[in-house]
Protein backbone atom coordinates (compact mmCIF):
# COMPACT_ATOMS: atom_id res chain seq x y z
CA UNK A 1 0.00 0.00 0.00
CA UNK A 2 1.17 3.61 -1.01
CA UNK A 3 1.66 5.51 2.49
CA UNK A 4 1.03 8.90 1.62
CA UNK A 5 2.87 11.67 4.80
CA UNK A 6 1.74 14.51 4.48
CA UNK A 7 5.12 17.07 5.33
CA UNK A 8 3.95 20.21 5.91
CA UNK A 9 1.21 20.99 8.61
CA UNK A 10 0.36 23.83 10.21
CA UNK A 11 0.74 23.70 14.36
CA UNK A 12 -1.95 25.18 16.84
CA UNK A 13 -1.63 25.17 20.63
CA UNK A 14 -4.39 25.47 23.29
CA UNK A 15 -3.83 26.78 26.67
CA UNK A 16 -7.47 26.02 28.18
CA UNK A 17 -9.62 23.91 30.23
CA UNK A 18 -11.09 20.38 29.60
CA UNK A 19 -14.97 20.61 29.32
CA UNK A 20 -16.30 16.99 30.26
CA UNK A 21 -19.50 17.37 28.48
CA UNK A 22 -17.09 18.24 25.67
CA UNK A 23 -18.51 20.77 23.96
CA UNK A 24 -16.24 24.10 24.74
CA UNK A 25 -12.79 24.01 26.18
CA UNK A 26 -10.00 21.79 24.90
CA UNK A 27 -12.43 20.11 23.45
CA UNK A 28 -14.00 22.55 20.87
CA UNK A 29 -10.33 23.75 20.34
CA UNK A 30 -9.20 20.65 19.13
CA UNK A 31 -12.02 19.84 16.92
CA UNK A 32 -12.11 23.23 15.41
CA UNK A 33 -8.56 23.21 14.76
CA UNK A 34 -8.89 19.34 13.14
CA UNK A 35 -12.07 21.02 11.20
CA UNK A 36 -9.70 23.68 9.46
CA UNK A 37 -6.60 20.49 8.99
CA UNK A 38 -4.36 22.27 11.47
CA UNK A 39 -3.21 19.72 13.96
CA UNK A 40 -4.29 20.63 17.47
CA UNK A 41 -1.87 20.49 20.25
CA UNK A 42 -2.91 21.51 23.75
CA UNK A 43 -1.78 22.62 27.51
CA UNK A 44 -4.68 21.76 29.90
CA UNK A 45 -5.11 24.73 32.92
CA UNK A 46 -7.71 23.10 34.51
CA UNK A 47 -10.26 19.93 34.24
CA UNK A 48 -14.17 20.77 35.25
CA UNK A 49 -17.24 18.78 35.68
CA UNK A 50 -19.10 19.69 33.15
CA UNK A 51 -21.76 18.94 30.92
CA UNK A 52 -24.57 21.26 28.66
CA UNK A 53 -26.40 22.53 32.49
CA UNK A 54 -23.41 23.92 33.75
CA UNK A 55 -20.03 23.56 35.83
CA UNK A 56 -20.57 21.34 39.08
CA UNK A 57 -16.85 21.30 39.83
CA UNK A 58 -13.72 22.76 38.88
CA UNK A 59 -10.00 21.55 39.38
CA UNK A 60 -6.84 23.78 38.97
CA UNK A 61 -3.25 22.42 37.16
CA UNK A 62 -0.54 23.11 38.69
CA UNK A 63 0.89 26.36 37.02
CA UNK A 64 4.12 23.89 35.99
CA UNK A 65 2.30 21.62 34.99
CA UNK A 66 0.81 24.19 32.43
CA UNK A 67 4.14 25.03 31.77
CA UNK A 68 5.75 21.94 31.06
CA UNK A 69 2.95 21.11 28.69
CA UNK A 70 3.81 24.65 26.69
CA UNK A 71 7.25 23.89 26.74
CA UNK A 72 7.31 20.09 25.48
CA UNK A 73 4.87 21.08 22.01
CA UNK A 74 7.23 24.76 21.38
CA UNK A 75 10.16 22.78 21.96
CA UNK A 76 9.73 19.97 19.90
CA UNK A 77 6.56 20.36 17.44
CA UNK A 78 6.85 24.37 16.80
CA UNK A 79 3.80 26.76 17.48
CA UNK A 80 2.56 28.64 14.61
CA UNK A 81 -0.28 29.99 16.52
CA UNK A 82 -1.95 29.93 20.07
CA UNK A 83 -4.75 30.68 21.70
CA UNK A 84 -5.43 30.58 25.77
CA UNK A 85 -9.16 29.86 26.88
CA UNK A 86 -9.83 29.26 30.77
CA UNK A 87 -7.05 30.07 32.47
CA UNK A 88 -8.44 29.98 36.02
CA UNK A 89 -6.42 31.84 38.29
CA UNK A 90 -3.63 34.70 38.77
CA UNK A 91 -0.89 31.76 39.40
CA UNK A 92 -1.20 30.05 35.77
CA UNK A 93 -2.28 33.50 34.37
CA UNK A 94 1.04 34.44 35.28
CA UNK A 95 2.99 31.62 34.04
CA UNK A 96 1.55 31.36 30.87
CA UNK A 97 2.01 34.50 29.89
CA UNK A 98 6.07 33.86 31.08
CA UNK A 99 6.21 31.16 29.17
CA UNK A 100 4.32 33.02 26.05
CA UNK A 101 7.47 35.75 26.52
CA UNK A 102 9.70 33.64 26.47
CA UNK A 103 9.34 30.99 23.87
CA UNK A 104 8.06 34.20 21.50
CA UNK A 105 4.84 32.62 20.74
CA UNK A 106 3.30 35.14 17.58
CA UNK A 107 -0.07 35.06 16.85
CA UNK A 108 -1.27 34.89 20.35
CA UNK A 109 -5.31 35.30 20.19
CA UNK A 110 -6.82 35.40 24.14
CA UNK A 111 -10.16 34.52 24.81
CA UNK A 112 -10.47 35.84 28.21
CA UNK A 113 -12.90 33.75 29.89
CA UNK A 114 -13.86 35.26 33.20
CA UNK A 115 -18.00 35.12 33.27
CA UNK A 116 -20.12 32.11 33.09
CA UNK A 117 -23.08 31.96 30.49
CA UNK A 118 -25.43 32.75 33.61
CA UNK A 119 -23.03 36.06 33.90
CA UNK A 120 -21.12 34.94 36.75
CA UNK A 121 -18.04 35.92 37.24
CA UNK A 122 -15.34 32.94 37.22
CA UNK A 123 -12.26 34.54 38.10
CA UNK A 124 -11.16 36.55 40.88
CA UNK A 125 -10.20 40.30 40.91
CA UNK A 126 -6.53 39.70 41.58
CA UNK A 127 -6.35 37.37 38.41
CA UNK A 128 -8.07 39.90 36.20
CA UNK A 129 -5.78 42.36 37.43
CA UNK A 130 -2.75 39.88 36.13
CA UNK A 131 -4.68 38.92 33.20
CA UNK A 132 -4.76 42.71 32.13
CA UNK A 133 -1.05 43.65 33.00
CA UNK A 134 0.86 40.46 31.82
CA UNK A 135 -1.46 38.62 29.08
CA UNK A 136 -3.26 40.92 27.11
CA UNK A 137 0.16 42.95 25.68
CA UNK A 138 1.36 40.09 24.58
CA UNK A 139 -1.96 39.14 22.13
CA UNK A 140 -2.43 40.36 18.86
CA UNK A 141 -6.04 39.88 19.48
CA UNK A 142 -8.15 39.74 22.62
CA UNK A 143 -11.95 38.51 22.05
CA UNK A 144 -14.04 39.36 25.29
CA UNK A 145 -17.67 38.76 25.40
CA UNK A 146 -20.09 41.16 26.71
CA UNK A 147 -19.82 40.53 30.08
CA UNK A 148 -16.30 40.66 30.08
CA UNK A 149 -15.74 43.52 27.94
CA UNK A 150 -17.77 44.98 30.98
CA UNK A 151 -15.51 43.78 33.76
CA UNK A 152 -12.44 44.60 31.59
CA UNK A 153 -13.76 48.80 30.69
CA UNK A 154 -16.76 49.11 33.59
CA UNK A 155 -18.59 50.35 30.35
CA UNK A 156 -22.19 48.97 30.90
CA UNK A 157 -22.88 47.10 27.67
CA UNK A 158 -26.98 47.02 26.48
CA UNK A 159 -26.24 48.26 22.72
CA UNK A 160 -24.19 48.72 19.56
CA UNK A 161 -22.89 52.01 20.39
CA UNK A 162 -21.91 50.64 24.09
CA UNK A 163 -19.90 47.67 22.24
CA UNK A 164 -18.08 50.33 19.94
CA UNK A 165 -17.26 52.38 23.00
CA UNK A 166 -15.66 49.44 24.66
CA UNK A 167 -13.71 47.81 21.46
CA UNK A 168 -12.11 51.54 21.53
CA UNK A 169 -11.77 51.63 25.10
CA UNK A 170 -9.65 48.41 25.26
CA UNK A 171 -7.23 49.20 22.73
CA UNK A 172 -6.51 52.49 24.21
CA UNK A 173 -6.02 51.88 27.77
CA UNK A 174 -5.25 47.94 27.73
CA UNK A 175 -2.22 47.67 25.05
CA UNK A 176 -3.81 44.87 22.82
CA UNK A 177 -3.46 45.13 19.04
CA UNK A 178 -6.76 44.31 18.14
CA UNK A 179 -10.12 43.58 20.15
CA UNK A 180 -13.47 42.10 19.31
CA UNK A 181 -16.03 42.27 21.57
CA UNK A 182 -18.61 39.67 21.00
CA UNK A 183 -22.19 40.08 21.00
CA UNK A 184 -23.62 36.49 21.30
CA UNK A 185 -24.77 37.60 24.92
CA UNK A 186 -26.85 40.86 23.65
CA UNK A 187 -30.44 40.58 22.93
CA UNK A 188 -32.18 41.89 19.80
CA UNK A 189 -31.15 42.91 16.55
CA UNK A 190 -27.28 42.94 18.10
CA UNK A 191 -27.27 39.53 18.97
CA UNK A 192 -24.57 37.15 16.83
CA UNK A 193 -22.84 41.30 16.21
CA UNK A 194 -19.20 41.59 16.92
CA UNK A 195 -17.49 44.41 17.19
CA UNK A 196 -13.46 44.97 15.49
CA UNK A 197 -11.07 47.85 16.43
CA UNK A 198 -7.27 47.75 15.60
CA UNK A 199 -6.74 51.16 16.54
CA UNK A 200 -6.89 52.04 12.58
CA UNK A 201 -10.74 50.65 12.00
CA UNK A 202 -13.83 50.10 13.53
CA UNK A 203 -15.81 47.14 12.14
CA UNK A 204 -19.07 45.51 12.86
CA UNK A 205 -18.55 41.97 12.09
CA UNK A 206 -22.55 40.41 11.58
CA UNK A 207 -23.65 37.16 9.71
CA UNK A 208 -27.44 35.90 9.99
CA UNK A 209 -28.56 35.28 13.67
CA UNK A 210 -29.21 31.97 14.23
CA UNK A 211 -32.38 30.90 16.40
CA UNK A 212 -31.14 28.14 18.33
CA UNK A 213 -30.79 27.70 22.30
CA UNK A 214 -27.67 25.61 21.79
CA UNK A 215 -24.80 27.75 21.92
CA UNK A 216 -22.55 26.15 24.45
CA UNK A 217 -19.04 26.80 22.97
CA UNK A 218 -19.25 29.48 20.02
CA UNK A 219 -16.48 31.99 21.92
CA UNK A 220 -14.18 29.00 22.77
CA UNK A 221 -15.24 28.39 18.76
CA UNK A 222 -14.81 31.49 17.40
CA UNK A 223 -11.08 32.12 19.18
CA UNK A 224 -10.21 28.74 17.88
CA UNK A 225 -11.30 28.84 13.91
CA UNK A 226 -9.53 32.37 14.06
CA UNK A 227 -5.98 30.72 15.55
CA UNK A 228 -6.33 27.90 13.18
CA UNK A 229 -6.59 30.26 10.12
CA UNK A 230 -3.71 32.55 11.76
CA UNK A 231 -1.61 29.27 11.84
CA UNK A 232 -2.51 28.72 7.98
CA UNK A 233 -0.90 31.92 7.40
CA UNK A 234 -4.09 34.46 6.87
CA UNK A 235 -3.54 38.03 7.80
CA UNK A 236 -5.74 38.65 11.02
CA UNK A 237 -9.13 40.67 9.68
CA UNK A 238 -9.17 37.83 7.34
CA UNK A 239 -9.13 35.06 10.18
CA UNK A 240 -11.89 36.66 12.12
CA UNK A 241 -13.87 36.99 9.24
CA UNK A 242 -13.57 33.53 8.21
CA UNK A 243 -14.09 32.11 11.98
CA UNK A 244 -17.30 34.06 12.16
CA UNK A 245 -18.77 32.55 9.20
CA UNK A 246 -17.49 28.86 10.67
CA UNK A 247 -19.41 29.30 13.97
CA UNK A 248 -22.52 30.89 12.35
CA UNK A 249 -22.84 27.74 10.46
CA UNK A 250 -21.72 25.52 13.17
CA UNK A 251 -24.39 27.56 15.12
CA UNK A 252 -26.83 25.94 12.72
CA UNK A 253 -25.70 22.82 13.06
CA UNK A 254 -26.08 22.93 16.89
CA UNK A 255 -26.16 19.40 18.56
CA UNK A 256 -29.63 19.17 20.63
CA UNK A 257 -27.93 16.82 23.22
CA UNK A 258 -28.82 16.86 27.32
CA UNK A 259 -30.85 18.82 29.04
CA UNK A 260 -29.39 22.76 28.50
CA UNK A 261 -27.49 24.28 26.21
CA UNK A 262 -26.32 22.18 23.82
CA UNK A 263 -22.84 22.77 21.46
CA UNK A 264 -22.41 24.03 18.28
CA UNK A 265 -21.58 21.18 15.48
CA UNK A 266 -18.12 21.37 14.81
CA UNK A 267 -18.23 19.23 11.44
CA UNK A 268 -21.18 20.30 10.06
CA UNK A 269 -20.28 19.45 6.18
CA UNK A 270 -19.58 15.79 7.57
CA UNK A 271 -23.40 15.67 8.06
CA UNK A 272 -24.84 16.43 4.61
CA UNK A 273 -22.66 12.77 3.22
N1 LIG B 1 -27.54 33.20 18.04
C1 LIG B 1 -26.44 33.57 17.37
N2 LIG B 1 -26.49 33.81 16.04
C2 LIG B 1 -25.37 34.17 15.35
N3 LIG B 1 -24.16 34.30 15.94
C3 LIG B 1 -24.05 34.07 17.26
C4 LIG B 1 -25.18 33.70 18.06
N4 LIG B 1 -24.75 33.52 19.36
C5 LIG B 1 -23.44 33.76 19.35
N5 LIG B 1 -23.00 34.13 18.12
C6 LIG B 1 -21.64 34.44 17.72
O1 LIG B 1 -20.78 33.48 18.31
C7 LIG B 1 -19.51 34.05 18.59
C8 LIG B 1 -19.19 33.86 20.06
O2 LIG B 1 -19.79 34.92 20.78
P1 LIG B 1 -20.40 34.85 22.22
O3 LIG B 1 -20.73 36.24 22.62
O4 LIG B 1 -21.47 33.83 22.25
O5 LIG B 1 -19.13 34.33 23.00
P2 LIG B 1 -19.03 33.71 24.45
O6 LIG B 1 -20.01 34.35 25.37
O7 LIG B 1 -17.62 33.75 24.80
O8 LIG B 1 -19.52 32.24 24.16
P3 LIG B 1 -20.49 31.34 25.06
O9 LIG B 1 -21.88 31.93 24.93
O10 LIG B 1 -20.38 30.02 24.40
O11 LIG B 1 -19.94 31.41 26.45
C9 LIG B 1 -19.64 35.53 18.16
O12 LIG B 1 -19.16 35.68 16.85
C10 LIG B 1 -21.14 35.77 18.25
O13 LIG B 1 -21.55 36.84 17.44
C1 LIG C 1 -13.47 24.54 30.08
C2 LIG C 1 -14.29 25.68 29.59
N1 LIG C 1 -13.69 26.69 28.92
C3 LIG C 1 -14.43 27.72 28.47
C4 LIG C 1 -15.79 27.76 28.69
C5 LIG C 1 -16.60 28.90 28.16
O1 LIG C 1 -16.76 28.56 26.83
P1 LIG C 1 -17.63 29.29 25.77
O2 LIG C 1 -17.45 30.76 26.05
O3 LIG C 1 -17.10 28.91 24.44
O4 LIG C 1 -19.00 28.74 26.04
C6 LIG C 1 -16.38 26.69 29.36
N2 LIG C 1 -17.72 26.67 29.56
N3 LIG C 1 -15.61 25.66 29.80
Known amino acids: MDVTKVSR ?12 GGGAGIQADLRTFAFHCV ?33 AVAEDIGVQAAKTGMLLNKEIIGAVAKQVELLQIENLVVDPVMVSRAGAQLID ?3 VKILRETLLPLAVLVTPNRYEAQILTG ?27 KGGGMTGLERGTDVWFDGETLEIITTQ ?18 TANLARGENLFTAVQKAKDYVTVALTYALDIGKGTGPVGHFYPLLQI
Open 155 to 181: IEINSLLEMKLAAEYIHQHLAVKAVLV
Open 125 to 127: DEA
Open 9 to 20: VPVALTIAGSDS
Open 209 to 226: QVDTKNTHGTGCTLAAAI
Open 39 to 71: HGTSAVTCITAQNTLGVTRVDAMPPEAVVAQIQ
